[in-house]
């Protein structure tokens, strides 16, 4: 009786305790943009919020895709044109990236839902493959030369994003609203589904639920997420290239994922500041990043084969993924 009487008190505090850290981070990153480059900062948190998109699909429904590049690179591409050929506002470039990167996630979803497994990572790198070929010959997205200078313009017609504070703001709200996105589909009767179809697919089927549509479901929602983060990433650099849609891409979200911690919501993030500041800081020393990176993820599969918050979160079972 005594240990029943605790629960409540123990789950009020862990709910304080997690609370209080997600008003920290928001704090530290309204303060951030003082202390560090801007331009990094935003960086970190369009990958973060891909990589985030990306663990929507495996870490809570249990699908590997090795085609999320399409849709990163995709809305990059769809958010630059509108804006700098349609003259739209920045803002409804990026919701039309948005758009355009959930209608690819329902095209290739459609076909992929069809396999399991292996079979299913490789349909969806096919595909992406495809669209990568659709990038380099279409006329819009100029070739190996890109879509470069994109204008920043004024966000909703007033705010000049121009300014780096300005745009720093803004790439934060929308981080921010991509998140709390993630989070309330994770913890909605919805996300319960997915998660589990993730432990045992063929009990979700016996018990009534369709299966399949529920993948697709998720697989466009996490297409949208990650094209948010592309068509904000075109936004903040000005540009969307090849780069952005390649196989390599795809590649670099998935070791975000692992490195930070699959099915936890914080460790995409740490994966993605992890990988990108690796980046950076090799950037000018001569020292090649991929093996710096190679070294790091082999490491994080020997030391902490759950990822680096997913052991901490091993450590305090307390605490909530």
């Not at 505090?13 to 850290?21: I, K, M, P, Q």
């Not at 399991?116 to 790198?125: E, P, V």
Request: with cysteine.
């Amino acid at each position: 009786m005594a240990e029943l009487s605790t629960r409540p008190t123990e789950a009020k505090s862990t709910a304080r305790l997690e609370w209080l850290l997600v008003a920290l981070g928001i704090a530290g990153l309204l303060a951030a943009p003082f202390f560090f480059y801007p331009i990094f900062l935003m960086k970190i948190m369009c990958f973060a919020l891909f990589a985030c998109a990306f663990n929507l699909l495996l870490g809570y429904t249990g699908l590997l895709s090795f085609g999320h590049a399409a849709f990163f690179g995709g809305a990059a591409y769809f958010c630059a044109h509108t804006v700098k050929v349609w003259g739209v506002t920045p803002e409804v470039g990026i919701l039309i990236g948005t758009a355009g990167a959930a209608v690819l996630g329902l095209v290739m979803g459609f076909f992929a839902i069809r396999r399991q497994g292996i079979y299913f990572a490789m349909i969806t790198l096919a595909l992406a493959q495809m669209f990568f070929f659709f990038c380099v010959q279409a006329p819009f997205t100029n070739g190996e030369d890109g879509i470069q200078n994109v204008p920043r313009g004024f966000l909703l017609g007033l705010l000049d994003l121009g300014r780096p504070l300005n745009i720093y703001y803004t790439v934060l709200g929308v981080f921010l609203i991509g998140v709390f996105a993630i989070w309330r589909i994770v913890n909605s009767p919805f996300g319960m589904v997915l998660r589990s179809i993730r432990e045992n697919e063929n009990r979700a089927t016996s018990l009534g639920y369709s299966v399949a549509n529920y993948k697709l479901a998720a697989f466009v929602m996490s297409a949208a997420l990650a094209g948010l983060a592309g068509a904000t990433k075109a936004i903040v650099f000005q540009f969307a290239t090849l780069t952005d849609v390649t196989w390599q891409m795809s590649g670099e979200v998935i070791l975000m994922t692992l490195l930070g911690g699959i099915g936890t919501m914080v460790g995409p993030m740490v994966g993605a500041g992890l990988v990108v500041t690796l980046q950076n800081t090799l950037a000018t020393s001569g020292f090649p990043v991929t093996i710096a990176t190679g070294a790091i993820f082999m490491i994080c599969v020997l030391l902490f084969r759950r990822g680096i918050v997913g052991e901490i979160y091993a450590k305090l079972p307390g605490i909530k993924k």
